[in-house]
């Protein structure tokens, strides 16, 4: 029954020996192949960048994946953002949100290597309030991994936090 995914795992993500150029037009059109294949079951794949600090070397950031979702014109392929991949790529989630505008469909809520929320460093308030400007109304979702100490306690104040700078706007 679910309606949204998230396409980012680093390992498909490296283009190795193979040109830009070549990685790009390979890319395109096994992407499109893909949201053909997603589309006709009503589901909508979104595309990450993921940052070479993963392990990627191809569609690293939001700039290439808006160019690559919107070469592939297809609804069943769209924009996945993550505020952790953005600060690892050295890039603004706020100007990421704004210029994949129509194109987002999935967004995580997460931090570096995916930390807890005890000490945040990416630009939660920056990614809220750029969501907020361009009425995004898609999935909003905490990506992280379980913390090794007090697990349910780092759950609830990552829900706080989320609540917090997210979903209490007046």
């Given amino acids: 029954g679910a309606s ?4 980012g795992a680093p390992l498909n993500r490296i283009k190795g020996e193979a ?15 893909l949201a ?7 589901f909508v794949l979104g595309l990450e960048p993921v940052p070479s600090a993963y392990g990627a070397d191809f569609l690293t950031d939001a ?8 070469e592939v014109n297809h609804n069943g392929l769209r924009v996945h953002l993550d505020t952790g991949c953005a600060f690892l790529g050295g890039g603004s989630i706020s100007e990421a949100v704004r210029a994949s505008g129509g194109y987002l469909a999935h967004f995580h809520i ?9 000490a945040p460093v990416c630009d939660h308030f920056g990614a809220s309030d750029s969501l907020s400007s361009i009425d ?3 999935w909003v979702v905490i990506e992280m991994r379980e913390q090794p100490t007090d697990p349910l306690g780092e759950l609830y104040r990552a829900a706080r936090f989320a609540s917090a700078y997210y979903f209490n706007k007046s």
């Fill in 110 to 118: 997460a931090e570096p290597h995916l930390k807890g929320f005890e």
């Fill in 136 to 138: 995004y109304g898609g």
């Fill in 63 to 70: 700039d290439e994946v808006t160019r690559m979702v919107s």
């Fill in 4 to 7: 949204a995914g998230v396409l």
């Fill in 36 to 42: 053909g294949v997603v589309a006709a079951s009503g």
């Fill in 19 to 33: 040109s830009a150029a070549s990685a790009w037009s390979l890319g395109r059109d096994r992407l499109r192949a």
